[in-house]
């Protein structure tokens, strides 16, 4: 059957390519030739736009696409009290290709009494009457990428006052952000995934890190951030394993943190990625408690390749071999400009992959 309440048997992940007005707004905003003020109008403009194409293609979860971030990560880490982004050496390293130079460094004590991009979220549900959803990067991210080098040691002597800081730094914000009336909120987490990937535990172990603790570490702060929220307030998490012009970082199944994502984290809905054999099967799903759903990711935002309506049903089937199928959704396997610089396919195409998910959805929980 459908649902009438988030996560949606049809959802998206949330970024959506940058048109053509906001790249050129933002080209001539970063050369100097545009202020603060126009971009936010065009921002504005475009936004109205695309959130009413979500309606009308049928989706019940509605997201401003990420138009005014540059990252889907950055941003939102370099709005935290405490938390510069500076030019750093290099950018992050994917699959042929590395993105801008840029890194979050933890300067001084980590807060968040009133997050600017809540203001983003007022906009968002000001103009539209479906569900507004806000998405947010893992609080993970403001640590695994540098780990205790991004930390400055005078502010933080001790990784737990770290950790425990920025579990209330996102509690504060998660709770600024309902109280704007989001009831729709979704984590963005790579860790976990690449808690899946031999090569990334590698480098943790290299630099001071446990593999085996870490993810622990995570959960504890995730659920601290969520610690007390509404009961109306429905959370979920996307565990990508990169996204970068059409590239990756990481690659492994599920298999080792299912039960650790699925029973420990007090969320309420996964969305995951499986759009290809770098995403394993579907059997981590047994792990998949009552009262939780997984988002299937089976149509993939990293080309334009329209999916077989058949093979996407297929695979569903697949999935509910291990899970009830009351308790899966379908989504695309990511967003589709996890950066400003988007993947490599054309606007129509994402349009065309988001109709086939709520087409198929329907065909699968009725209409």
Known sequence: MMRNKPPFRADHVGSILRTAPLRDAREKFYAGRLGAAELTEIENAEIRKIVKKQEEIGLESI??????????????????????????????QFAGVQTKAKAPRIMGKLGSKRHPHIDHFRFLNAITTKT????????????YRGGRKSI???VYPTMDEFYHDLGQAYKQAIGGFYDAGCRYIQIDDCSFAYLCDPKQRE???????DPAKQGDIYVGMINAALEGRAADLCATMHVCRGNFRSTFISSGGYEPIADLMFNKLNIDGY????????????????????GKTVILGLVTSKT????????????VDEAAKYAP???????????????????????????????????????????
């Open 63 to 92: 997201t401003d696409g990420e138009f005014r971030r540059s990252w889907w990560h950055m941003d939102f880490l370099g709005g935290i009290d405490g938390v510069e982004v500076i030019e750093a050496d290099q950018g992050i």
């Open 132 to 143: 507004a959803k806000q998405s947010i990067p893992s609080p993970s991210m403001l640590h």
């Open 152 to 154: 400055n040691m005078g």
């Open 203 to 209: 480098m943790l172990a290299a630099r001071g890190d």
């Open 271 to 290: 969305f995951l990625e499986w759009d290809n054999d770098r995403s394993g099967g579907f059997e981590p799903l047994r792990f998949l408690p009552k």
């Open 304 to 315: 334009g390749e329209l999916e077989k309506r058949d093979d996407i049903l297929r695979r």
């Open 325 to 367: 199928l009351d308790q899966l959704c379908l989504s695309p396997q990511c967003g589709f400009a996890s950066t400003e610089e988007g993947n490599t396919l054309a606007e129509e195409q994402q349009w065309d992959k988001l109709r086939l998910v709520i087409d198929v959805s329907k065909e699968v929980w009725g209409k």
